[in-house]
């Protein structure tokens, strides 16, 4: 991973605790020493919808036509890009389409 990243170890390591401490990964022992994986937890896949969108905007706006990257559907086998949908009538929704309310009370 570090070798892919083109940053040094101790960054890598400290990036991947901050990570495990925020709750996005958890570390599980890897095979025998002190090798470690990091596997996403809950709140880590959450993030993957976000995470396509913004791949999807990096597309469009960095890749100058040219994507890194394609994404695979693998049940139906077809390529795809990440799409807002309502979830209601399952139509694209962008910025202008939506309104925002505040729902009172407001508690973190």
């Known amino acids: 991973m570090r070798e892919n990243l083109g940053i040094a170890t101790n960054i890598l390591s400290d990036r991947l605790a901050r990570l495990v401490q925020a709750g996005v ?3 599980t022992p890897y095979g025998s020493g ?3 994986e990091y596997r996403f ?4 896949l959450d993030l993957y919808k976000p995470m396509l969108v913004m791949m999807a905007w ?3 706006w960095l890749a100058n036509g040219k994507p890194p990257m394609r994404l695979r559907h ?3 086998g077809n390529d795809f890009s990440a799409v807002v949908v309502c979830s209601e ?5 962008s910025a202008k389409d939506t309104d ?3 729902r009172y009370p407001f508690d973190l």
Do not use: H, N, V
Request: aromatic letters at 12%.
């Open 41 to 44: 937890t809950e709140m880590g």
């Open 25 to 27: 990964f958890r570390k």
């Open 100 to 102: 925002y309310k505040l």
């Open 58 to 60: 990096g597309d469009r």
């Open 74 to 76: 693998k049940k139906c």
């Open 34 to 36: 002190d090798r470690f």
């Open 89 to 93: 009538c399952k139509k694209p929704i």
